[in-house]
């Protein structure tokens, strides 16, 4: 029996040795097909803006001989913006400052920009104060409001509740139409949301506050079926995000108001906001008056929330 079982382990031994041999083997032959010429893994495909670093986000990224050529996928308004291209040249820099750990910038005498959603246009250039020689770095913060006092999104809860007659308003019997007729957004919010990647003249209402939260200095963190988590101070605040479908009823859904109030009870978070560019019910004054911590963002206040973020 004895020698049976030393068998049994001699074969268990030869079996894993030769898997280990199978493995290696496969290993030498990836590497050996690794084409060490090829560099086209230094680009990368577009990402979200971070949070964190407020970033704006970088479609692709190469040396052309002399050019540092930065694409930014962020949409652009129609009309030539100055001030926003100065801004994303600026952002340029600090790119090609990060690149530089992983592709020599030795020759490079100038960085050249382009931006836009598809087709992408140049949008401006700076040259380099010399061959390789970056400029001092930019605080990390351009893109952001973080440096005002007041928190307009904190005032939403902690300001006297009054209600408002226009909010009572008629449902419409057709469609709702593009909310960006309705709005008007200050051209500086306009610039920070566009370099998050959201153009102003198609996206959402939660699209716009949720981007204008991360500009504020939130950290917008996603939870399941269109809820967030938005952190500050160590701050919670439970999101729920209700974009309006085009054909669906124009009102907010009073089940969903419902839905939303469970949903922060069990939330843990300190506050509660629904974001909805749908109208509201009256209903949800009665829930604000009843609980102060929880608040709705509808259509018809949308526009009142930018006015106070313009004036925070």
Do not use: C
């Not at 040795?17 to 030498?28: A, F, K, N």
């Not at 960006?180 to 610039?191: F, N, V």
């Amino acid at each position: 029996m004895e020698g049976a079982g030393a068998v049994g382990v001699a074969f268990i031994a030869l079996v894993v040795l030769g898997v280990v041999v199978i493995s290696l083997r496969r290993q030498r032959k990836r590497a050996a097909a690794l084409d060490l010429e090829d560099t086209s893994w230094l680009r990368r495909s577009p990402v979200e803006a971070d949070p964190i670093t407020k970033r704006a986000a970088v479609a692709d990224f190469h040396v052309h001989g002399s050019e540092a050529r930065v694409i930014f996928d962020v949409p652009l308004p129609d009309q030539n913006d100055p001030v926003l291209n100065d801004l994303l040249v600026d952002e340029a820099v600090e790119v090609v400052r990060e690149k530089r750990h992983t592709l020599p910038i030795d020759e490079v005498t100038e960085i050249v920009v382009f931006a836009g959603r598809g087709d992408s246009r140049e949008i401006g250039r700076t040259r380099l104060p010399a061959p390789g020689q970056l400029p001092s770095a930019l605080q990390s913060d351009m893109f952001t409001l973080t440096h005002i006092a007041r928190d307009p999104f904190a005032g939403q809860f902690e300001d006297e509740l009054v209600t408002h007659v226009e909010t009572q308003v008629q449902v419409p019997k057709d469609d709702l139409g593009p909310l960006s007729q309705e709005l008007r957004i200050p051209l500086g919010l306009e610039r920070g949301l566009r370099t998050r990647g959201v153009d102003p003249t198609e996206a959402s209402g939660p699209e716009l506050i949720l981007a204008l939260l991360e500009m504020f200095g939130y950290e917008v963190n996603p939870q399941v079926d269109g809820t967030f988590i938005a952190i500050k101070d160590k701050l919670k605040t439970f999101i729920r995000a209700e974009p309006h479908v085009p054909g669906s009823y124009p009102e907010l859904d009073e089940q969903l108001v419902q839905k939303f109030i469970v949903e922060f009870g069990t939330a843990g978070a300190a506050r509660g906001l629904l974001i909805t560019d749908k109208l509201g019910p009256f209903m949800i004054h009665d829930v604000e008056a009843t609980n102060p911590r929880m608040r709705f963002v509808t259509r018809e206040r949308i526009q009142r929330f930018i006015d106070s973020m313009a004036l925070g």
